[in-house]
């Protein structure tokens, strides 16, 4: 069978004949479970997706959609055999569909492709043409839905700009400027696509044109996001005023053969292999990272059908790569990572192997962040902890510190805290050959003496960490000290002397541009839009109101401060009052001061108070700081609007 989502979710039968999937309910089931590409999905997480109020008969709708489904799907299935496609999987439902039997396999697929080899731009084409709309186009407004909705828009851009730079390369242009225009009108926040118009202009012999585009990206990037032109869009003007060689084509593409798959990925290599290999990937970044959280669960999987216990827990406890961001990049995989951790430590029960439950509860801990971050991830740090010192295992104690560090966002003004723990796990790391967990605790003390506004010893720290990556082939390092270097530039923008705003939002927007690749979206979704508003609050300045910003999981906080600055006060009180707390993670200092700065404009002294009760202990710090990434300036500043406000 096929199934399509990029437009309304559509199912076809391998002679072609449309499957009729029934209501809608039905088909959002189906939906959900083909975004989960082939992971478990829990009754319980496909309840709260479908109904945003739950009752007691949920469960029993769920079970009548599924054995609708499972009627539409496998129509000749014989009674009392087991499903082959929609199978019942531990405590929920998964899609068993081999790769490419839906329309986002394949168009993911082939933007993997042309990715790797101009040739696939031919692919590409097809599978952007397949898109019959927005993806999921006939479902509600669920989070869900609209995460996936995001993801893949943002994937089908990206693909867009790539085809048109493969072709651009090979020759083509005068049969791009239509679309490319139609693109850029669009999405004009989109720098690379600015550049795409002006060379496919140029290539069409209308240097005038391309130069005229250039000089509109540059207005509008200045006038409404307060933002330079990045370096390649100078670079570009520069060739096209000078006619530049380097505009001129390269040879178009031939076909290649097609690329190997990923290590890891084939049915030959065992669970334990797979995993080191996954490991290893993880560290490298971007197409690998991904590939290596895919090979990850894929790994897990098949030790648990082992039946071996003791395989399956080293499985799940051998992949150590050290995490620095409390938002999970692929929430739905970690939790099935924690989910396979829990069974495992189940079944091991507490006289279990020491050394492997501390792996489990360490694996509990690391992967339990956001909104699935509770009390028992922090307990199950503490124990992991405990377990690694009892053992005397330098590596063990590294992850469990890892586990303890992500879990330490408990509350507002912990920093001192985490740098404990950084300072230990560069000690540690450093006197047993443990690189990685080195550089680990490196940009955790730089996170730390940033949120503490001590940017010299970050410099350092970000120096040590830098050195260590080069040493030890870690590319993500660079990334991520390139928005420390920002959030620098964004503070001294307010000395006298200092950098101007439009160079600390250039240097944001350089520093976004490398993390879009990274392969880390829990990080980089809505991450540089928090930085702009911060650089504009450091001056005083109203937050951005352009809708086409993606604020991602920050909107909620952010958009009191937008509706303001539209002049709608009552809309953004409404907004306010709807504001939850912020999630236990590292920018939760900044969506406090965000809350309190709202709150104290708009006079709302029951909201200002608990603001204020929640920042006190974070009074000397820097809001968003924490981060190591962004800046909206000290704590002390908001703290002192929100207990003004509250006093009357």
């Known amino acids: 069978m096929r199934i399509d989502v990029l437009g309304a979710v559509q199912a076809w039968r391998d002679d072609g ?247 890891g990925t084939g049915a030959r290599l065992g669970p334990r292999t797979t995993m080191d290999l996954a490991r290893t990937l993880a560290l490298v970044g971007g197409e690998a990272l991904v590939s290596s959280r895919r090979d990850r669960l894929a790994a897990i999987r098949a030790a648990e059908r082992t039946g071996d216990l003791a395989l399956t827990a080293r499985v799940i406890g051998a992949y150590d790569v050290p995490a620095l961001w409390s938002r999970a990049d692929d929430p739905e995989q970690s939790r099935a990572v924690v989910q396979a951790a829990e069974r495992a430590l189940t079944a091991l029960g507490p006289g279990g192997p020491t050394d492997l439950r501390s792996r489990l509860l360490a694996t509990v801990a690391v992967e339990s962040r956001g909104d699935d971050a509770g009390d028992t991830a922090l307990t199950c740090a503490h124990e992991a902890e405990a377990l690694a010192r009892g053992l005397n295992d330098p590596a063990l104690l590294a992850f469990a510190l890892n586990g303890v560090f992500l879990q330490s966002f408990a509350r507002p003004g912990l920093a001192a805290q985490r740098d404990t723990i950084g300072a230990e796990l560069v000690s540690l790391s450093t006197r047993h050959g443990l690189p990685t967990f080195a550089i680990l605790g490196r940009l955790v003390r730089l996170q730390s003496a940033s949120a503490l506004g001590d940017l010299g010893t970050g410099s350092v720290h970000a120096a040590a960490a830098e050195e260590l990556a080069t040493a030890h082939e870690s590319p993500l390092v660079q990334v991520l000290t390139a928005w420390f270097g920002a959030r620098v530039t964004a503070a001294r923008s307010t000395e006298p002397g200092g950098p101007s705003p439009a160079a600390a939002a250039a240097a944001y927007r350089a520093a976004d541009d490398a993390l879009a690749t990274a392969g880390m979206p829990g990080l980089h979704h809505g991450l540089l839009p928090v930085a702009l508003l911060g650089l504009r609050l450091l001056h005083d300045r109203p937050a951005p109101t352009d809708s086409r910003l993606d604020w991602g999981p920050y909107l909620p906080w952010a958009r009191p401060l937008v509706l303001l600055a539209q002049g709608r006060r009552e809309d953004a009180r409404d907004s306010l009052a709807a504001t939850p707390e912020p999630p236990r993670d590292h920018l939760q200092e900044a969506l406090w001061c965000l809350t309190a700065r709202a709150a104290a404009c708009l006079d709302e002294a029951e909201i200002a108070v608990r603001a204020a009760t929640a920042l006190r202990d974070a009074r000397a710090e820097h809001a968003g700081a924490a981060s190591g990434m962004l800046t909206l300036g000290p704590v002390q500043g908001y703290l002192a609007e929100a207990e003004a406000c509250a006093a009357g």
Do not use: N
């Open 17 to 263: 004949s449309p499957i009729d999937l029934g209501g809608p309910r039905h088909r959002e089931v189906l939906a959900r479970l083909v975004a989960a590409e082939g992971r478990t999905v829990t009754t319980d997480t496909l309840i709260d997706d479908l109904w945003p109020r739950a009752t007691a008969g949920s469960l029993g709708a769920l079970r009548t959609f599924v054995a609708a489904l499972r009627r539409a799907i496998e129509p000749d299935r014989p009674p009392r055999t087991p499903p082959r496609v929609l199978i019942t999987q531990g405590p929920g439902y998964a899609l068993h569909l081999p790769r490419g039997a839906t329309d986002v396999d394949r168009f993911q697929d082939a933007l993997a492709e042309a990715r790797r080899c101009p040739d696939g731009v031919v692919d590409l084409g097809e599978a952007l043409a397949s898109w019959r709309g927005p993806a999921y186009a006939d479902l509600p407004e669920a989070a869900w839905s609209q995460r996936e909705r995001t993801r893949l828009q943002e994937l089908r851009l990206q693909g867009v700009e790539l085809r048109a730079s493969i072709l651009l390369d090979s020759g083509r242009g005068a049969d791009l400027v239509a679309d490319l225009g139609a693109h850029v009108a669009e999405h004009p926040w989109r720098e690379p696509a600015w550049g795409l118009l002006a060379r496919a202009l140029y290539r069409d012999g209308r240097q005038a044109d391309a130069l005229a585009t250039l000089r509109r990206a540059r207005t509008m990037l200045v006038e409404q996001l307060a933002l330079d032109p990045s370096p390649d869009l100078q670079r570009l003007e520069k060739d096209i005023l000078t006619r530049s060689a380097a505009l001129e084509p390269t040879r178009a593409p031939t076909r290649a053969p097609a690329p190997r798959p990923w290590p």
